[in-house]
């Protein structure tokens, strides 16, 4: 990092962190923050303020998002890069907060090459070098219980980090010590099962979305990661292990952390 901008780093530390009582009040109702040690909240908090001056946040369909809605969303995105850095989240600016599912509107191709216009509800949607786009009900449904593979923020955060090697292919860029060769290998056996398994009306351990295509894939992957870490490994060891190595981190088990501290 060069002088200027750890001066300018530092001020902004120093001068505009996220304000305490609002950080406890929002966090305390994040299991995906809460269930970090203190020396790992306190990174999330420098990030996430970092994270709220780097980035703009808009309402859409009349929301007006309050300093609450900005910190849900930045607290639970840096827990993804809280071992990457934020410049993995460099590229785009904006965070579009919808009040609820938002609709949207574009033009498929069909088999036949006619092109279709489809609406959708969504609950979020990252666009390669454009805004991140959410649901704000979905994002608190998700935030507040996440121990069960569900987390938009993590899931759209995780498409963020995926074209960063220029598009959402379901390969983020490695780290030098990972084996490309594995992580392909590793990722499309456990798509192809998921696939197979659908195909034969299997119940499956992974929800099914993440068939869609890899990226989803790693996205969805991604929430179960760090939502449900601990039943990932069981499912596939092979699979945690890469997602450990690529994320440079081991996530604490929500379930186990929900069970311990509310059950
Ligand atoms: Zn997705």
């Known amino acids: 990092m060069n002088i200027i901008r750890k001066w300018r780093t530092l001020r902004i530390l120093k001068h505009y962190p996220i ?15 809460q269930a970090r040690p203190v020396s790992e909240r306190a990174r999330i908090r420098l990030l996430a303020t970092l994270f709220i001056h780097k980035k703009t946040f808009t309402g859409a369909a009349g929301l007006k998002v309050t300093p609450e809605m900005a910190v849900t969303v930045a607290a639970q995105a840096c827990v993804a890069i809280l071992h990457l850095g934020l410049n993995s989240y460099d590229g785009w600016i904006e965070v579009i907060l919808y009040p609820g599912a938002f609709q949207i509107k574009r033009d498929v191709t069909d088999e036949n090459g006619v092109v279709h216009s489809q609406t959708r509800g969504l609950s979020g949607e990252s666009w390669s070098r454009g805004p991140v786009i959410f649901s704000w009900q979905d994002i608190k449904h998700d935030s507040q219980q996440p121990y069960r593979g569900h987390n938009v923020v993590i899931h759209e955060f995780a498409h963020k980090l995926d074209m960063l090697s220029g598009r959402a292919n379901g390969m ?31 119940h499956t ?4 979305y993440a068939a869609t295509n890899p990226a989803e894939f790693f996205a969805v992957l991604s929430e179960y ?3 449900t870490p601990e039943a990932l490994k069981q499912h596939n060891a092979h699979l945690f292990e890469q997602l450990q190595a690529y994320y440079r981190q081991s996530p604490p088990d929500l379930e186990a952390f929900h069970n311990k501290h509310y059950a």
């Open 19 to 33: 304000p305490f009582d609002i950080w406890l009040e929002v966090t305390k109702n994040l299991p995906l923050i």
């Open 205 to 208: 351990y992974l929800d099914p």
């Open 225 to 227: 990661f760090f939502t």
């Open 172 to 202: 983020p860029p490695l780290h030098p010590d990972m084996s490309l060769q594995e992580w392909t290998e590793t990722l499309t056996a456990a798509w192809q099962g998921l696939l197979r398994d659908l195909a034969a009306h299997k």
